[in-house]
C-alpha cells in the first residue's frame, strides 16, 4: 500500500487536544533558543539605521504573507475532515490559490519596486523589492504546511517541522549578516528559506495525499474561496489593523526612530510561541466541536484556553513590565533606551491575546463579523494614529495602537460569548482574581528588591529580581489556589514520572553510570 493511503493517513499517530498542545509548545520552545537570538545579534551587527531598514523590509514580509493569506489555508481544516476522499482535490486548490496571488505580488514588486516610497519616508529599500516580492511568493506558498500537517492531528510531526524552520531561519539570516553584512543579503537569505520551506511542505503533501498536482477541482476550490473569503476578508482587515501603526511611523520618521519603536514593540518569543501553539490546536477543535453541536463543550475548551494563557501571560505582563528597562538594555543594548517607555506600554498589549479567531472561523453568522468590525475600527486606527504621532510622536503611536487594540477584543469577545450562549457565571473570574493577586504581591516584591539593588550591575540587578518575582509568584499562586488541585496533581505526576524514568536508565543500564558526564 502507498505511504498517501487514506488508510496510512488514518493510522497515522495522532494526539489530544492537550497533547497536541503540548507538543506545538515544546517545539516553539525549542526553536526559541535560535530565533530570539536574531534581533538581538543584528542589533550589534548593524547600525540603528540599517537595523531600522532591515525591520521595515521584513514587516512588508510578515505583512504581506498575513495579508493576502485570506484564511483559504483554514479551508484545510473544515473540507478535508468532511471531504476525505478528496483530500488532493482541497491541497491543490489551496497550492494554486497562493500560487497564483504570490505571483502576481511578485510581478508588481519586480515591475513598480517604488511602490515603497508612497509609504516609508526613505527610498532605501526600492533596489530589493524585486527580491522581496519573490520572498513573499515563496513564503505564502509554503505558509500551509501546518496546516496540512495538523489536520491529520500530527502535532508531533508538526512540531519537528516548526523546528526545523525557525531553526534555518536566523541561521540564515544571522550567517548573511555575519558574512555580507548587508539588507540585500538578509532578503536573499529570506528567499533561501522561502524556497527550503517549499520543499519541505511539497515532500509532505505528496507523502501523504498523492500525485496532488493532478487533483485540481474547479466546483471544490470554488467552494473553499466562497467559504474561506468571508473570514478572509475580515483576516485581512484584521492584518492591516494590527500592523498599521508600524507603517505610520515608518512613513512620519525615518529608520533609526523605527528600529526605536520596533524594539519598543518586541514581544518576547515564548509568549508567541505559547498563543500560536494554542490557536492552532484550537481552531480544527472548535470547528469539529461546533459541528458536532457540542457548544457546552466548546464554552469549555474556549475558557480553559482563556484561563491556561492567562496563568502565563499576565505575570510575565507584570515581570516584564517591572524589568523593563532591565530587559532593553541586556538584549538591545544601550543605544535602544528610547524603546523602554514604548515597550512599557506595548505590554498593556500582551494582555489582550484572546483565543477568539477559532472560535469565530467556527461559526458561519460570524463569517463577516471581523470585516464589519475592522471596517469601523480601521479609519479609528488612521485618526487616533494620527493624532497621536502629532501630538507624542513615538508614545502616542503605540499608545493609540494599544486603545484600538483594546476596543477590537472587547468587541469580539462580547460577540463570541452571546454566540456560545456564554453566561457572566461561566466565566472563570474567580481564578482571574486568583492569579491577578499572586501576580500583584509578585511585582510589589521585586519592585522592592529592584529599589534595593539599583547599585549593582544590570544583568545581575536582572537575575537576581526575576528569580524573586518567579518564585514568590509561584509560591502565592499555589496557595491562592490560583493552580487547581487538578493541575497540582497533574504537575506532581509529570515529576515524577520524570524522576521514574530516570531511575529505570539507571537501573536497566548499570553499567553505563561511570561514563556519565557529571
Known amino acids: 500500500m502507498t505511504s498517501y493511503s487514506l488508510n496510512s493517513i488514518a493510522t497515522a499517530k ?19 533558543f535560535s530565533s530570539v537570538m536574531l534581533p538581538i545579534v543584528l542589533v550589534r551587527l548593524f547600525s540603528q539605521t540599517e537595523f531600522g531598514v532591515y525591520k521595515q523590509a521584513f514587516q512588508i514580509l510578515s505583512t504581506a504573507v498575513s495579508l ?19 483530500r488532493p482535490q482541497v491541497a491543490m486548490n489551496v497550492l494554486v490559490f497562493y500560487g497564483v496571488i504570490g ?7 519586480a515591475l513598480y519596486p517604488r511602490w515603497i516610497t508612497m509609504i516609508f519616508k526613505s527610498d532605501d529599500l526600492v533596489a530589493d523589492i524585486p527580491m522581496l516580492g519573490l520572498a513573499i511568493l515563496l513564503w505564502l506558498i509554503s505558509s500551509n504546511l501546518e496546516s496540512f500537517v495538523l489536520v491529520n492531528r500530527e502535532a508531533r510531526l508538526a512540531s519537528l517541522f516548526f523546528v526545523i524552520v525557525n531553526v534555518t531561519k536566523p541561521t540564515l539570516l544571522v ?60 483576516g485581512l482587515a484584521y492584518t492591516a489593523q494590527n500592523d498599521l501603526h508600524n507603517y505610520f511611523v515608518s512613513h512620519y520618521f525615518d529608520a533609526a526612530a ?16 505559547l498563543f500560536d501553539a494554542v490557536d492552532m ?72 491575546w484572546f483565543p477568539n479567531g477559532a472560535i469565530v472561523r467556527a461559526f458561519s453568522e460570524l463569517r463577516y463579523f471581523r470585516f464589519k468590525l475592522y471596517f469601523v475600527l480601521l479609519p479609528l486606527s488612521c485618526v487616533a494614529l494620527y493624532f497621536g504621532i502629532q501630538t507624542a510622536g513615538l508614545i502616542g503611536a503605540i499608545t493609540a495602537t494599544v486603545v484600538v487594540r ?81 493541575e497540582k496533581s497533574k504537575i506532581r505526576s509529570f515529576i515524577s514520572e520524570l524522576y521514574r524514568r530516570r531511575l529505570l536508565r539507571i537501573d536497566v543500564s548499570p553499567e553505563t553510570e561511570g561514563s556519565r558526564v557529571p
Open 14 to 32: 495522532t494526539d489530544g487536544l492537550a497533547m497536541q498542545s503540548v507538543w506545538l509548545t515544546g517545539a516553539r520552545i525549542i526553536a526559541l
Open 406 to 486: 483594546f476596543l477590537d477584543v472587547a468587541f469580539t469577545s462580547l460577540t463570541v460569548s452571546r454566540s456560545l450562549g456564554l453566561k457572566r457565571r461561566d466565566f472563570p473570574t474567580a481564578e482571574i482574581i486568583r492569579i491577578g493577586a499572586s501576580v500583584g504581591i509578585a511585582a510589589l516584591f521585586t519592585f522592592f528588591v529592584r529599589v534595593i539593588l539599583e547599585s549593582l550591575p544590570l544583568i545581575i540587578r536582572l537575575g537576581i529580581c526575576s528569580a524573586v518575582f518567579w518564585i514568590v509568584y509561584l509560591t502565592a499562586a499555589l496557595l491562592t489556589g490560583a493552580v487547581s488541585a487538578e
Open 175 to 234: 550567517g548573511s549578516a555575519l558574512l555580507f553584512g548587508t539588507i540585500r543579503a538578509l532578503i536573499l537569505a529570506a528567499v533561501v528559506q522561502g524556497a527550503l520551506q517549499c520543499v519541505i511542505m511539497l515532500t509532505y503533501v505528496y507523502r501523504r495525499f498523492g500525485p496532488f498536482w493532478q487533483g485540481f477541482d474547479r466546483q471544490l476550490f470554488q467552494a473553499q474561496i466562497a467559504s474561506a473569503l468571508p473570514f478572509g476578508l475580515g
Open 103 to 109: 505571483l502576481l505580488v511578485a510581478l508588481f514588486c
Open 281 to 352: 490546536v484550537l481552531n480544527p477543535e472548535a470547528a469539529r466541536l461546533q459541528e458536532g453541536g457540542s457548544t457546552k463543550r466548546l464554552v469549555t475548551v474556549w475558557l480553559n484556553a482563556i484561563r491556561g494563557l492567562a496563568l502565563c501571560f499576565v505575570p510575565v505582563c507584570a515581570w516584564l513590565f517591572v524589568m523593563r528597562r532591565e530587559v532593553i538594555v541586556s538584549l538591545f543594548t544601550e543605544r535602544y533606551v528610547g524603546a523602554v517607555p514604548i515597550f512599557a506600554i506595548n505590554i498593556f498589549s500582551l494582555l489582550l
Open 68 to 86: 493576502f493569506g485570506l484564511q483559504v489555508a483554514s479551508s484545510i481544516y473544515y473540507f478535508i475532515p468532511r471531504e476525505p476522499r478528496k
Open 258 to 273: 523605527f528600529a526605536i519603536y520596533s524594539v519598543g514593540c518586541f514581544q518576547l518569543p515564548l509568549l508567541t510561541a
